[in-house]
């Protein structure tokens, strides 16, 4: 055990405890009456009786869950490195801003097969045999029991610095390392001003900067969208009565804590429109850029606008669909005219990654390198990529279910049912090597492992070389 925790240490980082001794939260000062009143005003309803926790206090259920933590996360690990190879190994190809982009194949073969001796296996038999890679299979929340939101320390440490707000679980810690995610904190491209770049100025936008890096680029709507999109609310975890997950009562979460910048920080959290609790898949937050030019949100949930994810997020997902407990812990009701509209103005300008490579119709341009051609015409030929993903943004907008049952039993995998993920959105490729990890539910680390997960999924038997051309495509898109 203590080999895992200090693996723990070494790849993801020291556990996270909580300050929890920092007072009890009290309101700020408003010039109220003591009755809540600003004095000669009728008096505000009584808030709702807080949510029923059972027979424990919220202190004892901190202290238990607080002490529990450690073994938690470190089995948790020892799980992950059953699946994958989580080490640092960077690639010369580099994010906007400069994060290497990790190579390699991280996902761990089943003993006594290859690469190529699993594409050489029809469906049937890599189900029989048992044979398809653990990496694979769905992935679980760190505590599927619990669930909830959960942000790459790198996000919660910036929030905490610019805010005071303070994104840290008493019960959990996210669980991937640093490295094998997008960069922090992200570029921000604009549809309205591409002549800027990137427009974060390496900042990442809260509530207590957006004003200074936005007021001159975008106009008083916007600025409004961008005023909420980056305010806190409160959430499931995250919220000021005793049924939460941070030591101190909390504001809540932003929409920008999971879409860092517009675009993603790999935040995780579980779907909350699949019952019961066990069958709930993990969702890799995926990024907005170029949300303008998609038709679907919300990977299954088939959502039709920008608008009807923004206000189904406050009103759902910031609560896992339970209407009660979002009622008692402090739902935020949008208005559709004048906060939603305003929030998916701002995320309608958000734009992909410039790919100087690519031509205005998605075609490489004739510089692009003999591996990166060769790889555009895998893309649309043998490999099958471009039937699902076609130019210019490479998503068809619609839904696929890839059958994945095909290939494993249905299984328990700490606490998660894995079964076939039935339909999931086609997500845009544009910029995609800056959106790591791949997939839903972040189960694929890298790019090369994506394209060893599609050359068996979709049986297209790619040789090494042409999986290493279709790499080169990708990462210039």
């Not at 680029?217 to 806190?232: A, E, T």
């Not at 890799?284 to 994810?309: C, H, K, W, Y």
């Given at each position: 055990?203590?080999?895992?925790r200090l693996?723990?240490?070494f790849i993801c980082g020291?556990i996270?405890?909580a300050?929890?001794?920092?007072?009890?939260?009290e309101?700020?000062?408003t010039?109220?009456?003591?009755d809540?009143?600003?004095?000669?005003?009728?008096?505000p309803?009584?808030?709702?009786?807080p949510?029923?926790v059972?027979d424990e206090?919220f202190e004892?259920l901190?202290e238990r869950?607080t002490?529990?933590?450690?073994?938690?996360?470190?089995?948790h690990?020892?799980?992950l490195?059953?699946?994958y190879?989580l080490?640092?190994?960077?690639?010369?190809?580099?994010?906007?801003r400069?994060?290497?982009?990790?190579?390699?194949?991280?996902?761990?073969?089943?003993?006594?097969y290859s690469?190529?001796?699993?594409?050489?296996?029809?469906?049937?038999?890599?189900?029989?045999?048992d044979?398809?890679p653990?990496g694979?299979?769905?992935l679980?929340?760190?505590?599927q029991a619990?669930?909830?939101?959960l942000f790459?320390?790198?996000h919660?440490?910036?929030?905490?610095?610019?805010?005071?707000r303070?994104?840290?679980?008493f019960?959990?810690d996210?669980?991937?390392?640093?490295h094998?995610?997008?960069e922090f904190?992200?570029?921000?491209?604009?549809t309205?001003?591409?002549?800027l770049g990137?427009?974060?100025?390496?900042?990442?936008?809260?509530?207590h900067?957006?004003?200074?890096?936005?007021?001159?680029?975008l106009n008083?709507k916007?600025l409004?969208?961008?005023?909420?999109?980056?305010?806190?609310?409160a959430q499931?975890?995250?919220?000021?009565?005793d049924?939460?997950?941070s030591?101190?009562?909390?504001l809540?979460v932003?929409?920008?804590?999971?879409?860092?910048?517009?675009?993603t920080?790999a935040?995780?959290?579980l779907?909350?429109?699949i019952?019961?609790?066990?069958?709930r898949?993990r969702i890799?937050?995926?990024a907005?850029?170029g949300?303008?030019?998609q038709?679907?949100?919300g990977s299954?949930?088939a959502l039709?606008?920008?608008?009807?994810?923004?206000?189904?997020?406050?009103?759902?997902?910031?609560f896992d669909?339970?209407?009660?407990?979002a009622a008692?812990k402090g739902v935020?009701?949008?208005?559709?005219a004048?906060?939603?509209h305003?929030?998916?103005?701002?995320?309608?300008?958000?734009d992909?990654p410039?790919?100087?490579?690519?031509d205005?119709?998605?075609?490489?341009?004739?510089?692009a390198s003999?591996?990166?051609l060769?790889?555009?015409a895998l893309?649309?030929g043998?490999?099958?990529?471009?039937?699902c993903h076609?130019?210019?943004?490479?998503t068809?907008?619609?839904m696929h279910?890839?059958?994945?049952?095909?290939?494993?039993?249905?299984?328990?995998?700490?606490g998660?049912?894995?079964?076939?993920?039935?339909p999931i959105?086609t997500?845009?490729?544009?910029?995609?090597?800056e959106?790591?990890?791949?997939f839903h539910d972040?189960?694929?680390?890298?790019l090369?492992?994506?394209i060893?997960?599609?050359?068996?999924?979709?049986?297209v038997?790619?040789?090494?070389?042409?999986k290493?051309?279709?790499l080169?495509?990708?990462?210039?898109?």
């Amino acid at each position: 055990m203590k080999v895992t925790r200090l693996l723990h240490a070494f790849i993801c980082g020291p556990i996270v405890l909580a300050a929890c001794d920092e007072g009890p939260w009290e309101p700020p000062d408003t010039g109220e009456t003591s009755d809540g009143t600003s004095g000669g005003e009728e008096p505000p309803p009584p808030p709702p009786p807080p949510p029923d926790v059972g027979d424990e206090s919220f202190e004892a259920l901190k202290e238990r869950l607080t002490a529990e933590k450690p073994q938690v996360m470190a089995d948790h690990l020892a799980f992950l490195m059953t699946r994958y190879d989580l080490s640092d190994n960077p690639s010369s190809v580099t994010m906007t801003r400069g994060r290497p982009v990790q190579q390699g194949i991280r996902v761990w073969l089943p003993d006594g097969y290859s690469w190529e001796d699993l594409a050489a296996m029809t469906p049937e038999e890599i189900l029989t045999e048992d044979a398809f890679p653990q990496g694979f299979l769905p992935l679980p929340h760190p505590k599927q029991a619990e669930g909830g939101m959960l942000f790459p320390q790198s996000h919660i440490d910036e929030v905490l610095a610019q805010t005071g707000r303070d994104l840290t679980r008493f019960d959990l810690d996210f669980d991937l390392p640093e490295h094998l995610l997008p960069e922090f904190p992200p570029a921000i491209f604009l549809t309205t001003r591409p002549d800027l770049g990137d427009v974060s100025q390496g900042e990442l936008v809260t509530t207590h900067n957006f004003y200074r890096l936005f007021k001159d680029i975008l106009n008083s709507k916007q600025l409004d969208g961008m005023r909420l999109l980056v305010s806190p609310f409160a959430q499931q975890q995250f919220n000021l009565t005793d049924d939460r997950r941070s030591c101190a009562p909390s504001l809540g979460v932003a929409c920008f804590d999971c879409h860092a910048n517009g675009h993603t920080n790999a935040g995780t959290h579980l779907v909350g429109d699949i019952r019961p609790q066990e069958f709930r898949n993990r969702i890799d937050t995926p990024a907005l850029r170029g949300v303008n030019i998609q038709r679907l949100l919300g990977s299954q949930r088939a959502l039709m606008t920008v608008e009807d994810f923004t206000e189904f997020e406050q009103r759902a997902a910031y609560f896992d669909g339970d209407l009660d407990k979002a009622a008692l812990k402090g739902v935020n009701p949008l208005d559709r005219a004048s906060q939603v509209h305003h929030m998916a103005e701002v995320q309608r300008l958000l734009d992909f990654p410039p790919a100087p490579k690519l031509d205005v119709f998605g075609y490489l341009e004739p510089e692009a390198s003999e591996a990166e051609l060769a790889g555009e015409a895998l893309f649309f030929g043998k490999a099958r990529c471009g039937e699902c993903h076609p130019r210019p943004h490479f998503t068809d907008n619609t839904m696929h279910d890839l059958e994945l049952e095909r290939f494993f039993t249905t299984r328990e995998i700490r606490g998660l049912v894995a079964d076939g993920d039935g339909p999931i959105k086609t997500f845009p490729l544009r910029g995609i090597k800056e959106s790591p990890p791949y997939f839903h539910d972040g189960r694929l680390l890298t790019l090369e492992d994506t394209i060893e997960f599609f050359n068996l999924v979709l049986g297209v038997a790619l040789t090494a070389e042409e999986k290493a051309d279709l790499l080169a495509y990708l990462l210039v898109l």
